[in-house]
């Protein structure tokens, strides 16, 4: 049976998922209306990042006056690889792969946590969590569908896969540094270090404001660019802030396996909001994927029986 807090975990990283989902097509229609991926990126994670320092002010305040010492290198690095490198990484990727293929390459984040956590930390990880991710990644080739404009790069190769490296590291970094610091200071820091390490690349002094104010159109809706990146920053908001949080609840190598759930949502969004056809494949693929998101939360009630059991064992010794 699993836990309160185990499924609390599931249900904020299912969540956050969402969240992550559906800003693809907030994102592209800003894109289309000329701005570079890049500099909708910067523009996603500043809107993030003065949302934080507004919501964080206050713990921030009172955890420095209490004398509390925060992991400021911890802090720093987690904005550099799991905010601000790991989108870099994915838009050098996308430049040079077919983007299916990038977007793979990039979610074998999960894959990297599990091995980190079962070689180096040598944890037993539970083995519906293993088989929920392996699982997921093949419902993901199929959703992507790598068999079509396969093209390999040596340059994009080692980019995706260097976004998978920080892809991991926002769920291994988040797990620990969740437990030490308030998720709205982790957030204020991360996000205004991710900012400030994207603006050479975003070149925002060059950036052409007036494509925001430009008519765009999302679910056959007609809006503006603004509105658009504005959706975009709160969906990004709620994303890492309920990620992070489901992270003080479950391990990273289960909140990867569900974290898989944004592929499927992310092409369904992009069906309802663009128009975007999905394929058969693509929606056989994304039944895998979903299997694959319930086999990995299916570790946490493994875990928490495993506990049990441990328990039990130990009070009958006694």
Do not use: N
Not at 103 to 128: C, D, H, K, Q
Not at 209 to 230: D, R
């Amino acid at each position: 049976m699993t836990s309160p807090r185990a499924a609390l975990g599931v249900s904020l990283v299912l969540a956050a998922s969402l969240f992550f989902g559906v800003c693809g097509p907030f994102g592209k229609v800003v894109i289309q209306a000329g701005l570079t991926p890049i500099q909708v990126t910067w523009l996603r994670i500043c809107g993030v990042g003065l949302l934080a320092l507004a919501v964080a002010a206050v713990p921030l305040v009172r955890t420095l006056r209490g004398g509390t010492r925060l992991p400021w290198g911890a802090l720093a690095l987690f904005g550099l690889t799991a905010i601000a490198a790991v989108q870099a990484f994915y838009f050098i990727a996308v430049e040079r792969l077919p983007v299916g293929i990038a977007l793979l390459l990039e979610f074998m984040g999960p894959i990297v946590v599990a091995a980190w956590v079962r070689f180096v930390r040598r944890t037993v990880l539970p083995r519906s969590a293993v088989i929920g991710v392996l699982l997921s990644i093949v419902g993901l080739c199929i959703v992507v569908e790598v068999w079509s404009g396969l093209r390999l790069d040596a340059v994009g190769l080692i980019a995706g896969s260097a976004a998978a490296a920080c892809q991991a590291t926002y769920f291994l970094s988040g797990e620990k540094l969740t437990a030490r610091v308030d998720v709205r200071v982790l957030l204020a820091v991360g996000f205004a270090v991710g900012a400030a390490v994207l603006a050479p690349l975003a070149a925002p002094w060059a950036l052409d404001w007036a494509a925001l104010s430009s008519q765009v159109v999302l679910g056959g809706i007609a809006t503006t660019g603004w509105v658009s990146v504005s959706a975009l920053v709160l969906c990004t908001a709620a994303a890492y802030g309920l990620g992070l949080s489901g992270l003080r609840f479950v391990s990273a190598p289960v909140a990867g396996g569900i974290g898989y759930a944004e592929v499927v949502i992310a092409s369904l969004a992009a069906w309802a909001l663009l128009g975007e056809a999905l394929t058969v494949p693509q929606i056989v693929g994304g039944l895998v994927v979903i299997a694959g998101v319930f086999t990995a939360q299916r570790a946490v009630s493994a875990k928490r029986s495993d506990a049990e059991e441990a328990e039990a064992a130990a009070v009958t010794k006694v």
